[in-house]
């Protein structure tokens, strides 16, 4: 398994709240490509870029699996639909919430939008989702 940060992740905090960038990474498993996490809209060209850099396209990608639904980790999702979308139940079941819908880190709508993702994988906690990768 090969494994190359495309964005870099960078944490910060003002007066009038959190600012955050999530790293985005890329995992070369067995002829897949899969990310891990997929940034926010403001990253969405460098994300793009970056994936070019490496000879792929957001077509290329195979699986996305995001560790939850914050903007700066799941804004850039539609980019992707082709790709099998690996997600935690729970963080899914919460965003579809009335107090998920009004989280502040929450992107409005994402749990009906995912809800009707093309190839859903739901998982409950610590999964195999292929060999080494867990």
């Not at 498993?29 to 969405?44: P, S």
């Not at 995001?66 to 997600?87: C, G, K, M, R, T």
């Amino acid at each position: 398994m090969e494994l190359k940060i495309l964005l870099p992740g960078i944490p910060a905090f003002s007066s009038r709240g959190y600012l955050g960038w999530s790293t985005v990474v890329l995992l070369q498993h067995k002829g897949k490509n899969i990310l891990f996490d997929v940034g926010g809209h403001n990253e969405r060209l460098m994300l793009v870029e970056k994936l070019q850099e490496q000879g792929l396209t957001p077509e290329s990608v195979d699986m996305v699996i995001l560790s939850h639904l914050h903007y700066d980790h799941a804004a850039n999702i539609n980019l992707f639909p082709q790709a099998e979308l690996v997600l935690g139940r729970r963080e899914l079941e919460f965003a579809a919430t009335e107090e998920g819908r009004i989280h502040p880190f929450i992107p409005l709508g994402i749990a009906d939008y995912l809800q009707k993702w093309p190839s859903l994988t739901l998982v409950e906690g610590d999964e195999k989702l292929a060999e080494g990768l867990t």
